[in-house]
């Protein structure tokens, strides 16, 4: 959490070990140049959770049962000059979930604790003040003080007096508040003449309950406040609502567990406002305003996100999201762009089954159906007079404004027959031819103007890994052989070459001679092997199944070393600082580059669907 130091800085408590490249022990003071306060480092033990700023002193609540190695149970007082602990000594018996100060009247300041109820303290000694006796309602996610109440927030809103801790009997929200025992309410922001509520509930007096405002004095619901909050949560297992609140003239601003994470609506009425405020990907815990800027934290990792399935488009300049693509597919696989539609298909796969047992039943390969997407490349729509499905489909590929489709004929052959099917721009099927050389197919692709087929071919003196076809006739290029000893699951056009990457370790270089090649090989044109580009095996010699080239750079999948020089096959800094989308792929068309989810995944990492994008975190 955090609390501003009235100076342009805040004051950050958590359960963080780190900042701003310093130990640090779940406390910490950024000044207003986001530079970090090296003098305020104070270290506890445990999670902070609840802080109250009053001065020249921090108050601090949470887990921690030390500060800087002396006894504090759970709470504490720190002077903000040097972070040095103070002789305020109050333990509590369990966390201390909030906290709220109030000034001093004739008396010392107290200070309010919420851990296993609601306690009363001098805000000097600790001590507890005497009188004070309130009610248990723990866990309570909320304290703040009205005029002459204090208004708490646990599985109900109860009204206290804040000089005995008697409930006020003429303060009545209704009951039941909440759905069931589980539903708490998070935060409480009293004004002269409301009380706004933030909770988890659904309905408070028959009214949706995720914000809300009653009177002050009676606890009663004002029915002309009436916001239109998201019903569903953007967190897994988290129930969708406010966690806090703030206002900004005759604006409140809520930010909870809603979809996009943040609203802005009209104090009086709860109409949404004029506002364009940013979205976020998970959950917003705190808002708060400061020098004329409202801060928000959370749980989110990307702002202004679009939210997608499958497959996203961004500005291949700037790399920001297009807001007006929004996939509602749930389409992964290899992405191609072609003349009016972006395609996908899962094609990419590791041939075929070679035990015994499937050679017995000859069945080396699996029987299946496949859907090839067809999107608007403008708007992400499914456009679905070029869209289809395709039995034993094994790979797709674009040439011009023409769909290259390719699907096996058998099953029961290790070197099977395939059909390359061609499709026009308007969906409809133009041209079909057989490849003339029997094998498996695992991607399809294309250079200089033909089709490349690679996998694995049955060849009158060598077996192939790659093939070359011309898209006319449907002949092979019988001059083009990379001469590769083994599988290969992929290929990319690099440069005016092509790398392609699989289940082999050297290639053939003539005359009985042979090269070296952890499964990733780059080639000229004419599929003759590029000699300078010379990569390090890889850790484990692991099957490489994906490569994309990335400008001068390739990205290789499952490998340990994820970017490559594309020319030498020298290891190169990430790009990304080690964010890399490990699971997708980027292809550009013009100002727009598309990134679509690779299936399958063969290291062990779970593939995600993509849901949201965003130009950064």
Not at 17 to 27: C, E, K, M, N, V
Not at 202 to 218: F, H, K, M
Not at 493 to 517: H, P, Q
Request: hydrophobic share 40%; proline share 6%.
């Amino acid at each position: 959490m955090a609390v501003r130091d009235g100076a342009g800085g805040w004051y950050l408590g958590g359960d963080f070990t780190r900042i701003g490249g310093q130990p640090a022990g779940g406390l910490a003071h950024v000044l207003a140049s986001g530079e970090l306060d090296t003098d305020f480092l104070p270290v506890t033990n445990g999670l902070v959770s609840a802080m109250v700023l009053v001065q020249d002193t921090l108050y601090v609540g949470g887990s921690f049962s030390s500060v800087d190695g002396t006894a504090r149970g759970r709470l504490a007082a720190l002077s903000t000059e040097d972070g040095s602990l103070l002789p305020f000594d109050a333990p509590q018996a369990s966390r201390v979930t909030e906290m709220v100060f109030s000034p001093p009247a004739d008396g010392p300041g107290r200070l309010y604790v919420a851990s296993d109820g609601i306690h009363a303290l001098d805000a000097t000694s600790g001590a507890p003040v005497p009188g004070f006796s309130a009610p248990p309602d723990s866990p309570v996610q909320a304290l703040a003080l009205g005029a002459d109440r204090l208004y708490v927030g646990g599985a109900e809103v109860i009204a206290l007096d804040p000089d005995t801790g008697a409930v006020d009997a003429g303060f009545d929200t209704g009951t039941p508040m909440a759905v069931d025992a589980n539903h708490r309410v998070h935060t409480l922001l009293p004004t002269a003449d409301r009380l706004y509520i933030g909770s988890d509930r659904t309905l408070v007096q028959g009214q949706a309950g995720r914000l809300v405002a009653v009177d002050p004095e009676t606890g009663h619901l004002d029915p002309t406040f009436a916001p239109v909050i998201p019903s569903k949560g953007n967190l897994p297992y988290v129930a969708a609502g406010v966690y806090d609140l703030a206002l900004n003239g005759d604006e409140l601003w809520a930010g909870g567990s809603f979809e996009g994470g943040l609203a802005v609506v009209d104090a009086a009425t709860g109409a949404a406002a004029d506002i364009d405020v940013p979205s976020y990907d998970l959950q917003v815990n705190a808002v708060e305003q400061s020098a004329g800027s409202m801060y928000v934290g959370g749980h989110f990792y990307m702002s202004d996100v679009v939210k997608t399935r499958g497959v996203a488009a961004f500005d291949a300049e700037t790399l920001d999201p297009v807001p007006s693509f929004r996939s509602t597919e749930n389409a992964y696989g290899d992405l191609f762009v072609g003349a009016g539609a972006v395609w996908i298909a899962g094609t990419n796969h590791m041939g075929y089954d070679p035990s015994a047992l499937a050679a017995e039943s000859s069945t080396y390969f699996y029987d299946w159906t496949r859907d090839v997407v067809a999107l608007d490349p403008e708007t992400g729509a499914r456009i679905a007079a070029r869209s289809m499905k395709v039995k034993n489909l094994t790979g797709i590929t674009t040439i011009g404004n023409r769909l290259y489709v390719a699907r096996r004929l058998e099953n029961d052959q290790r070197f099977p027959l395939n059909r390359v099917d061609v499709y026009g721009p308007s969906g409809k099927k133009v041209d079909s031819f057989q490849v003339q050389r029997r094998g498996y197919i695992t991607e399809l692709s294309s250079l200089g103007g033909d089709l490349v087929a690679a996998g694995s071919f049955e060849g009158r003196y060598l077996r192939s890994a790659i093939v070359k076809i011309d898209p006319a006739t449907g002949k092979v290029r019988h001059r083009f052989d990379p001469k590769i000893n083994g599988p290969v699951y992929d290929v990319a056009r690099s440069g005016n070459g092509m790398v392609a990457a699989g289940l082999f370790k050297e290639v053939w270089g003539g005359y009985d001679a042979t090269w070296k090649r952890p499964g990733l090989e780059r080639m000229r044109p004419d599929g003759v092997t590029d000699t300078g580009f010379l990569p390090k095996a890889f850790d484990g010699n692991r099957v490489l199944l994906h490569v994309e080239a990335i400008g001068d750079l390739l990205w290789v999948d499952g490998a340990s070393r994820a970017f490559l020089d594309a020319k030498t096959g020298k290891p190169v800094a990430d790009p990304t600082g080690g964010d890399a989308p490990w699971w997708v792929a980027g292809v550009s068309s013009d100002d727009l580059a598309y990134t679509s989810l690779i299936f399958p995944n063969l290291g062990g990492r779970t593939g995600f669907k993509l849901a949201y994008v965003a130009a950064g975190r």
